[in-house]
């Protein structure tokens, strides 16, 4: 790539001179347009061991001034060579979508011109944008009515948080005001045992504790078990608890199942809970025409979470929250500021609907990157990462494996009759150590170990599911225990 670090401990004084001369804009610009080619051919595994990486980080005497040009190519040869490229063809990983140019562009102008997004007045302009971006979103999702509000959110963490948080204020009048001391009966949330673990930090932090959690069982399917939740809300209340809101979850994160949305929905609507549905990862079939039936029942949820940084080839973070309660969201979350001038009318200010106050310009890079595409270039997208995912389930059951889940989103569970457990959970590093792919490996609630690939990058073609497969293979063969 022709940027010689210029931090090493070595000393390599030449190249440092070299890159001193060079200016940053320069550097980046170049890498903006030949690291997204570059990194095909790259190992997706960090060639740098954690020794050099922190010594090289360790060795900047932060009390000093440096030439911006020389730390900026130190940082991208860091960046480079060490870490896990998510943005690589070959990273079957966590929800990390490749990025494309739109969503760099976006971020460089949105630290470029830093709008305060917090009031609209202040950002007249990006608040319009997020508001323009975030009204297509809800329609995809089926929420129509007058009374949607939507945001941006750090992620799908944050974006939960607020779920848990509207449905305990609506659950609670008195929430907003006592807190939990006010609270007649211990209040209680449903979810299966395959939902987000980010819902074990929402109930430390919102003082409901973890006790309050139920885990639904799953079926084998890994979906929410309906009669299992229907019993254990009728034991809840037969005990004096409180049941206050169910988390569906649209695509779980080991498995990529979906629970059964529209009989949560009926279940919900009966026994007057708030539906939360976490489609964090799995919002991405609402962008294809081939994979929304799957998540049909969505539109019938109080709230949903959906991360555009997991299902749009954008930078994180971008999660995005949806609640068809707008009066709730205002009331919970407005404060009354002397030092903040007033909203314009009409015209909502983001720090009055939601936890966040200042903050950066998240909605450009899912504006930039939608209207780029346009519904058939992202739909096309999308049903191409399903259509890899076919793919290897087929290769992988040619090649001896066994696949164990069914979703139809991009998402593959397999194990090998002939592999151990211990070895099934090995196998990751082996596959890692290559540097060819990276895979990971799920724990389910009866103990088994599956791996587990998602196609979460846009660009993954059939070569790359191929050497995916004879990874697999020549990785499974280190075991010495079977073809
Ligand atoms: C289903 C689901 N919900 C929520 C989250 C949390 O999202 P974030 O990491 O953006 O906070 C994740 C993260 O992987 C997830 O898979």
């Not at 079939?285 to 049909?296: E, G, I, T």
């Not at 504006?367 to 739909?379: D, N």
């Not at 090649?399 to 991009?410: A, E, F, I, K, Q």
Request: hydrophobic letters at 45%; one cysteine or more; a negative charge.
């Amino acid at each position: 790539m022709g940027l010689a670090p210029t931090f090493r401990t070595d000393g390599d004084t030449q190249a440092a001179a070299l890159t001193a001369a060079r200016d940053p804009l320069e550097i980046v610009t170049e890498r903006i347009l030949e690291w997204p080619v570059e990194v095909r051919a790259a190992r997706v595994t960090p060639v740098l061991s954690p020794d050099d990486i922190h010594s090289r980080v360790a060795a900047h005497d932060l009390s000093q001034p440096h030439d911006l040009g020389t730390l900026v190519a130190e940082v991208v040869d860091l960046l480079e060579r060490g870490g896990l490229h998510s943005a690589h063809p070959r990273y079957f990983g966590l929800f990390v979508p490749g990025v494309r140019r739109a969503g760099v562009i976006a971020d460089a102008l949105a630290a470029l011109y830093n709008p305060q997004i917090a009031a609209w007045w202040h950002a007249p302009a990006a608040n319009e944008i997020e508001r323009h971006t975030l009204a297509y979103l809800s329609r995809r999702i089926g929420f129509m009515s007058s009374d949607v509000t939507a945001m941006f959110t750090t992620g799908g963490s944050e974006a939960n948080l607020t779920g848990v948080l509207l449905a305990l204020a609506s659950t609670f009048p008195s929430y907003q005001r006592d807190g939990l001391v006010g609270l007649t009966g211990r209040p209680v949330l449903y979810a299966s045992d395959q939902a987000h673990d980010s819902l074990v930090k929402i109930a430390r932090t919102t003082g409901i504790g973890e006790r309050a959690i139920r885990r639904v069982q799953s079926d084998a399917r890994q979906r929410l078990d309906v009669d299992d939740l229907r019993r254990q809300i009728a034991r809840d209340r037969a005990g004096g608890k409180v049941p206050f809101c169910v988390i569906g979850t649209a695509g779980t994160t080991a498995t990529g199942a979906i629970d059964p949305l529209p009989v949560i929905a009926d279940l919900c609507r009966a026994e007057g809970l708030w539906f939360h549905v976490d489609a964090a990862w799995g919002g991405l079939a609402l962008l294809s025409d081939q994979l929304r039936p799957h998540v049909a029942g969505i539109e019938r949820a109080n709230s949903v979470t959906w991360d555009a940084h997991k299902t749009l080839p954008i930078p994180m973070g971008a999660g995005m929250f949806f609640c068809r309660a707008h009066p709730l969201v205002e009331s919970f979350f407005s404060v009354d500021t002397g030092y903040v001038p007033k909203a314009l009318a009409g015209r909502g200010d983001p720090y009055q609907h939601s936890i966040q106050w200042s903050r950066r310009f998240i909605g450009l890079k899912v504006f930039l990157t939608l209207a780029e595409l346009g519904s058939e270039g992202i739909a096309a997208m999308i049903d191409h990462q399903a259509a890899m995912a076919r793919l290897l389930r087929e290769r992988l059951v040619e090649s001896g494996w066994r696949v164990m889940n069914d979703t139809p989103l991009p998402l593959v569970c397999f194990t090998r009759d002939s592999l151990s457990r211990d070895a099934t959970a090995d196998l990751p590093r082996r596959v890692a150590a290559e540097g060819v792919a990276w895979i990971s490996a799920i724990r389910l609630p009866g103990g088994e170990c599956w791996l587990r690939a998602c196609i979460t990058n846009h660009q993954t073609d059939p070569s790359d599911i191929d050497a995916l497969v004879s990874g697999l293979d020549h990785a499974a063969r280190g075991f010495l225990i079977g073809p």
